[in-house]
């Protein structure tokens, strides 16, 4: 073993990038400090230390470390002027963990460390404040007692709510000094009770209790959730340093207060510091929620010089950082310091408005604008918000916290918002006092969280806005009953069950469901997309197939069609009779009669389609589905058939008594009665109806297939009833021509589906050519349009070339291609052995949902390369579900496609996708 090692860096000499040694916190504690900011003195222990420790049986420190700790010790006794465990002058630490990724509350830590009954004396002497001094020391027992030593907090809570309680305190500042004296004693005794030995009282013992601590809580339950619940890898972060921090009170008096800010508001992004404080308290009490904190705005008026520091050092914060930072502060008798500082963890609306207003600034570049945004996390700015048009009264209100509205039955902890939530998959919204870090699950389960106390920058505002839920906090009119399960709000009050509503962006609470409505767009968000635009090389088409669909899609951005499944259209309840009757006719008139009746209204369909989207493509798949998807079920059919008979014998038998009638001395009410009868069930109706069944149910036995999505679908449709693709290649020229006809500009694309020879293609293609004179002829002009063809089965990929040889463009269909590339279901495969597959780590992704880049992808390479050398300018890009998704456009932009064709409302998100692909892909000014 090396014992010189260096484990131990003061905070002058750290690397500030270095945040895999340093983790997060601990390098920028370095940074900010060589940086000039007000930092209180310390040093940080690094994570090869914490990973030595861990990765030794015995949980022993490296051999060195104890050595190089001491040694900062001495140094910061000199930089402070203080002895640690001095009694005349005491220096007192706190102790961080701090890993290279940031993990909000996951980790634990310990403040005050250094007192004991000597050192409080000391601290009381010095500061000639005895409840300041017992507050640290009351404060130190717990966190030391509970991340240390494992006294759960319980313990402590119980005995500190006995103490306020006699004292008839409120609050923990109504306490007074010989209260707190109390509380310390008793807590004392609370460890003592719990882990069998006295509390220890040698600061250095402590400080390496506690560094120990802060290690063993990297491989605690909480810690290990987080990082599997946001694919925290050890590549990312392994291990977790400690900071050893000289301690600062904010609650030295009414010159002295804590808080914690962001430089600009994280939920709008305004550019307007943004935060809260607490006169008189320490950081934990605003981060924990404990009590209500102030907006800074009134710090200008409490404290007006300090604010105009705090502003100070926002502006410092920026311009060295150039992004938006989350920091927490200290004022200690009037003396400002910056205890913390990272980037800020803001929703997605506030994450693009700065970087619009960064870069107009000249705080960061455009790419840099780009790239700090995560293309996923746009989905955020799809949230719904609650329909204006709807008029309902709040029952509570509390801080806008985490934009967004949602509807839920309201559950009150975080084990029952798992159970129905996950369990049962109800809509549950979270309702608690305040959160704690092992709420988390809960979170996960919940559609939003409303907390009865805490301001803005509480736990469960932070990590609601992380995951980008909707999250109201502090509604301080409401009062939680966790064990009765239920909530009082004034005169009323909702029960684990009851639905309510929160908008997170209002900060309002409402009983009972209200409809909500998607969000706009916001004016940075389209500057945004369209820096992203203009960095792409990727177009982003849509998947589109009404008009609706498409407007939608236009206004989100994309540049024409890249797929219309024309099936959809045919499912609409006016046309289905008619498609059915096209499916079943038994001679190719009786066919082409009702595909005569279809063609208008396809190509109603497509002139609208070319009309939303003009002078963008449009590109329209031929028919695809296998037919027999039109019919009805067999079984159904065979239950209808068998009442019908039924009901044939029994109109067979009233006839047979209607004609018995004459031989009978019937009465003439029982005649009237037969004769009624035989009028209500016409014999020859129901034997028509039958006829019709059995002829239908012959039908779908003869269409029926066992592997229907392998079978009569495609482009064998075409190759089977050429009637139904000549229709619907003249309802597209035809649509083309009238719109051309009307000055509007079209790009039509004729796409052929699940091509596997060159022959397929050329037949079709006869079909279009030959349409195309005809229909040139009678409009006078020729239409113009592309040719092309899907690219979903393997055989096309091998046949790229020939195929480029009739194909304008090709078109990925990416959800077939994996089917048949994994011989995976489709249907099946993602309800059935799939989630096993992914849990157990045989495949890393759902397939479906992230292309395949080894296997598809690869093929999908060989594709390109062999249609390319046939014909350069061969059009390629991608319409499968893959075209919405980060990864799978990053790619797409490698594999030299020409666009991504994805669904509507992720077309923002495809957008910046393929920005972040082109950026992340060019060289390097100076590589
Ligand atoms: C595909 O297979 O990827 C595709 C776009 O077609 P569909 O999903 O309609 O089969
Ligand atoms: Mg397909």
Redesign the pocket.
């Known amino acids: 073993m090396d014992t010189t090692t260096q484990y131990v860096f003061a905070f002058e000499d750290g690397d500030g990038k270095d945040k895999k040694l340093l983790g997060g916190k601990g390098a920028n504690l370095c940074e900010m400090t060589q940086i000039g900011l007000n930092v209180p003195p310390g040093f940080v222990i690094s994570t090869a230390a914490c990973l030595e420790y861990l990765d030794e049986p015995k949980r022993a420190l490296p051999p060195g470390l104890i050595e190089q700790v001491h040694e900062q010790m001495r140094a910061l006794e000199q930089k402070t002027g203080k002895g640690f465990g001095d009694p005349d002058n005491p220096l007192l630490v706190s102790v961080r963990s701090g890993s290279a990724m940031s993990m909000p509350g996951m980790m634990d830590t310990i403040l005050n460390l250094g007192l004991n009954s000597a050192t409080l004396q000391g601290v009381i002497r010095a500061t000639d404040d005895p409840r300041f001094g017992y507050d640290a020391y009351r404060r130190f027992i717990q966190l030391f007692g509970k991340v240390a030593l494992g006294v759960p907090d319980e313990a402590f809570d119980k005995e500190f709510a006995a103490i306020k309680e006699a004292a008839h305190a409120k609050q923990d500042v109504d306490l007074s000094a010989t209260d707190l004296r109390e509380t310390c004693e008793r807590f004392l005794k609370v460890v003592e009770d719990a882990t069998g030995h006295p509390f220890p009282t040698d600061p250095y013992q402590q400080l390496e209790i506690a560094i120990k601590a802060v290690f063993n809580s990297w491989s605690g339950k909480r810690a290990v959730d987080y990082r599997k619940q946001f694919h925290i890898t050890p590549d990312m972060a392994n291990g977790t340093a400690v900071n050893v921090v000289t301690m600062v009170f904010g609650n030295r008096g009414d010159d002295s207060a804590t808080g914690v800010a962001f430089t600009r508001n994280p939920a709008t992004g305004e550019n307007k510091l943004y935060g809260e404080y607490l006169v008189n308290a320490q950081g934990e009490d605003v981060v924990a929620g404990i009590r209500t904190p102030k907006p800074l705005d009134r710090l200008k008026v409490e404290m007006p010089d300090l604010a105009d520091q705090l502003d100070e050092l926002r502006d410092k914060l920026e311009s060295h950082y150039r992004e938006v930072q989350d920091f927490e502060f200290t004022i200690e008798q009037g003396q400002l310091y910056c205890l913390q500082t990272r980037n800020g963890k803001m929703n997605t609306v506030a994450m693009v408005r700065t970087s619009v207003e960064m870069e107009r600034e000249g705080l960061i570049t455009k790419e840099q604008a780009l790239l700090r945004i995560a293309p996923e996390s746009l989905e955020q700015m799809l949230f719904p918000r609650l329909d204006p048009n709807v008029k309902a009264e709040a029952v509570a209100q509390g801080l806008p916290a985490s934009p967004g509205a949602a509807s839920g039955i309201a559950v009150f902890d975080a084990d029952r918002a798992e159970h129905l939530g996950k369990g049962q998959g109800l809509k549950v919204i979270l309702v608690r006092e305040e959160t704690k870090p092992e709420d988390i699950h809960g979170f996960f389960a919940s559609e939003a969280i409303l907390t009865s106390r805490g301001g803005k920058t509480s736990h469960a505002a932070v990590v609601a806005r992380g995951m980008g839920k909707p999250c109201v906090a502090g509604a301080e009119g409401i009062s939680v009953d966790v064990d009765r399960r239920e909530a009082r709000v004034g005169l009323t009050s909702f029960k684990e069950g009851d639905v309510i509503t929160i908008d997170g962006t209002s900060g309002k609470v409402y009983l009972g469901a209200i409809p909500t409505v998607e969000p706009d767009f916001t004016p940075e968000l389209h500057t945004l997309l369209g820096w992203a635009d203009e960095m792409s090389k990727l177009k982003v088409l849509a ?1 589109a197939d009404t008009p609706d669909d498409a407007r939608r899609a236009r206004r989100y951005g994309a540049v024409g069609i890249g ?1 219309a ?1 024309t099936e959809r259209m045919f499912n609409d309840v006016e046309r289905l009779p008619i498609v059915i009757e096209m499916i079943v006719a038994e001679t190719p008139e009786a066919r082409q009669e009702a595909l005569d009746r279809l063609l208008p209204l396809q190509r109603q369909d497509f002139h609208d389609l070319f009309e939303v989207m003009s002078p963008h493509p449009v590109t329209i ?1 031929l028919l ?2 296998p037919i027999h998807e039109f019919l009805p079920d067999e079984h159904v059919l065979e239950r209808e058939l068998s009442e019908l008979r039924a009901l044939a014998q029994s109109a067979r038998g009233v006839t047979v008594l209607a004609g018995a009638m004459g031989l009978l001395h019937a009465s003439e009410s029982l005649r009237r009665e037969v004769e009624t009868a035989r009028h209500m069930v016409d014999p020859t109706v129901v034997e028509e109806a039958i006829a019709k069944k059995e002829a239908m149910l012959k039908k779908v036995r003869a269409l029926y297939e066992t592997n229907p999505m392998l079978g009569h679908r495609g482009v064998r449709l075409g190759m089977t009833f050429p009637e139904i693709y000549r229709m619907q290649v003249r309802a597209i020229l035809e649509a083309a021509a009238e719109c051309a006809k009307s000055g509007i500009e079209v790009h039509p694309q004729i796409k052929v ?1 699940q091509v596997c020879t060159v022959q397929e293609l050329r037949k079709v293609k006869e079909y279009v050519d030959s349409i195309h004179t005809e229909v040139a002829a009678r409009y006078g002009k020729p239409v113009r349009f592309q040719f092309g063809t ?1 690219i ?1 089965v393997v055989r096309a990929c091998m046949r790229a070339d020939s195929l480029a040889e009739e194909a304008e463009f090709f ?9 048949a590339t994994f011989s995976f279901s ?1 249907e099946d495969a993602e309800n059935k052995f799939l989630p096993l597959y992914n849990q157990s780590g045989l495949l890393q992704d759902n397939p479906f949902d992230v292309l395949d880049v080894k296997g598809v992808g690869k093929l999908m390479q060989l594709a390109v390369e062999w249609g390319r050398a046939v014909k350069p300018d061969l059009h390629v890009g991608i ?4 075209g919405g998704h980060p990864a799978s456009i990053a790619f797409c932009h490698q594999a030299g496609l020409d666009y991504v064709s994805c669904s509507g409302p992720r077309v923002p998100i495809a957008r910046l996708a393929a920005a972040h692909a082109a950026l992340k892909s060019a060289p390097t000014p100076n590589a």
Do not use: A, I, K, Y
């Not at 078109?811 to 089917?819: A, I, R, V, Y």
């Not at 319409?879 to 893959?882: A, D, L, S, Y």
């Open positions: 998947n797929l499944r798949r695809d589905p589906p899907m979903e078109s990925f269909g990416t959800n077939d291609l994996t089917q489709r319409c499968g579900e893959h």
